[in-house]
């Protein structure tokens, strides 16, 4: 049998027929390794003598039961997981170093421990010792969770193996090593096969096992992207290093909807959760300023209220600036020409920043109106009403588009105290039970009617 070599990249896991000083995938220098050895050969040799099981789709409910869930009690959680933990399921978590995946997790396994599922926590990164006064500080420490801190995948293995416990918590796969692989920890080859062996045994043996990743300079989780494919449900887990808040987000799950958010507060005593987000994301708005427009935002299955903030001024450069945090830059210059070429307000010369606040970050087609709601108030220095929230998709030929969850929106920023909203006009954006709606078709006609340009 013929052993071919393989070479993948460190930094984003693709794979290469031969080593090369910079990978054509991503760009990075010196970041391509060695692979242990595939073996390949004809299609024969691999043949064995027993088939593999098959179970009939339609007999499938009668001889299985649908996999249990366990609520951890941290409903921002149990939310981003679809309605708790399925059992035997594999999850990963990403995150910047120093966000707190450590500290949710811990949360999360003294949660769990305390509603009788048995939880073993394996740091690669603290000594036990570590663990535990980072338990006391969260007042875990009479939390039932045993803790371990091992870092070779296969002592890991027996003591699950001998253990037998419902939830292990790897924190984190890029420390853990197997010794059948040669290439040092945190390499693609041993993260790869750290994740696969993990999995696939806490399948087998009926196991939840969370696996902590950290996060590259670009934000994807380092080593290769097949620790995603892996794994039944992927958080995300983010925030600005100066704000409080962090945002636990799904961006798959086999078992629950994805782009849930869970919103918790990092707190001295730990990271508490914030069942109103949209309360808490427009705490701090004080007088309605030029600029500052709050949109009504989706995201998962829950309307969230935030603030965008814009600033437009005068550029001492020849290329102005555009800088955009929170949101989308190109939809942002996309949004820019339709203004430009539609409605004739022109920003050459004009640096543009445009803020989402709290930390938050957006990705719905639906911010466009706020947002250019928000570069107009800026540019013309003219406040929006205080009592006013907006959402709309714009088209490339500035026609407003109506969008999905209207009457949840609405409802949302009545909740909160609103009383007024910019929509689009058609769709079924309901009633608004009262609000003060103001339906508009195209940008156009919103600039005329609200700015009077
Ligand atoms: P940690 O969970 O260690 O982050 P990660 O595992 O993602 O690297 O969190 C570290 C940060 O959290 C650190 O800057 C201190 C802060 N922190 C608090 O503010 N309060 C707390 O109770 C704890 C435990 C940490
Ligand atoms: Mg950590």
Not at 65 to 75: I, V
Not at 414 to 431: R, V
């Given at each position: 049998m013929a052993k071919t070599t393989s070479f993948s990249c460190n930094a984003c896991g693709a794979v290469h027929s031969k080593w090369s000083g910079r990978c054509d995938a991503c760009g990075e220098w010196n970041s391509i390794v060695e692979d242990a050895g595939i073996s390949t050969g004809p299609a024969k040799a691999s043949l064995g003598n027993a088939k593999g099981k098959r179970?009939?789709?339609?007999?499938?409910?009668?001889?299985?039961?649908?996999?249990?869930?366990?609520?951890?009690?941290?409903?921002?959680?149990?939310?981003?997981?679809?309605?708790?933990l399925v059992e035997a399921s594999a999850l990963l978590v990403g995150g910047d170093p120093g966000i707190g995946k450590s500290t949710l997790l811990l949360q999360a396994a003294a949660a769990f421990a305390r509603k009788g599922l048995k939880t073993i926590y394996v740091s690669g990164e603290e000594a036990s010792a570590q663990v535990r006064l980072?338990?006391?500080?969260?007042?875990?420490?009479?939390?039932p969770v045993q803790l371990a801190a091992e870092t070779n995948l296969r002592d890991i293995l027996t003591t699950i193996e001998a253990e037998r416990p419902r939830l292990v918590i790897i924190d984190s796969i890029q420390t853990m090593w197997s010794d059948s692989v040669g290439s040092a920890p945190g390499s693609v080859s041993q993260v790869r096969a750290a994740a696969h062996e993990l999995t696939s045994f806490a399948k087998r043996a009926g196991v939840s096992i969370i696996l902590v990743g950290h996060v590259t300079k670009d934000g994807q989780i380092a080593g290769p992207r097949v620790v995603e494919h892996m794994v039944d449900t992927v958080l995300y887990f983010e925030g600005e290093r100066g704000h409080q808040f962090r945002i636990l987000r799904a961006v798959k799950n086999r078992f629950g909807p994805a782009d849930e958010i869970g919103v918790f507060e990092m707190t001295g005593g730990g990271l508490s959760e914030v069942l109103n987000p949209s309360a808490l994301f427009l705490s701090e708005r004080g007088t309605p300023s030029a600029g500052s427009v709050v949109f009504s935002g989706i995201e998962g299955t829950r309307p969230v209220l935030v603030e965008l903030q814009a600033l437009v001024a005068p550029s001492p450069h020849s290329q102005p600036r555009r800088a955009v945090v929170g949101w989308d830059g190109a939809r942002l210059a996309m949004i820019l020409a339709v203004l430009e070429a539609r409605c004739g307000i022109p920003f050459t010369g004009l640096d543009v920043y445009l803020n989402v606040a709290g930390g938050m970050k957006i990705s719905e087609p639906a911010a466009d109106l706020a947002v250019a709601a928000a570069l107009l108030s800026a540019r013309e220095d003219t406040a929006l009403p205080a009592d006013t929230v907006v959402f709309g998709e714009i088209s490339l030929s500035?026609?407003?588009?109506?969008?999905?969850?209207?009457?949840?929106?609405?409802?949302?920023?009545?909740?909160?105290?609103?009383?007024?909203?910019?929509?689009?006009?058609?769709?079924?954006?309901?009633?608004?039970?009262?609000?003060?709606?103001?339906?508009?078709?195209?940008?156009?006609g919103f600039v005329g009617d609200i700015f009077g340009a």
């Open positions: 179970v009939p789709l339609t007999n499938l409910t009668t001889e299985e039961a649908p996999p249990q869930r366990t609520m951890s009690g941290l409903a921002e959680l149990d939310r981003v997981l679809g309605g708790g980072r338990a006391e500080r969260l007042g875990l420490s009479d939390a500035a026609a407003l588009r109506p969008v999905g969850q209207s009457e949840n929106r609405l409802k949302e920023a009545q909740k909160l105290g609103f009383s007024s909203a910019i929509l689009p006009a058609g769709g079924k954006s309901g009633s608004g039970n009262g609000m003060n709606l103001t339906r508009v078709s195209d940008l156009t």
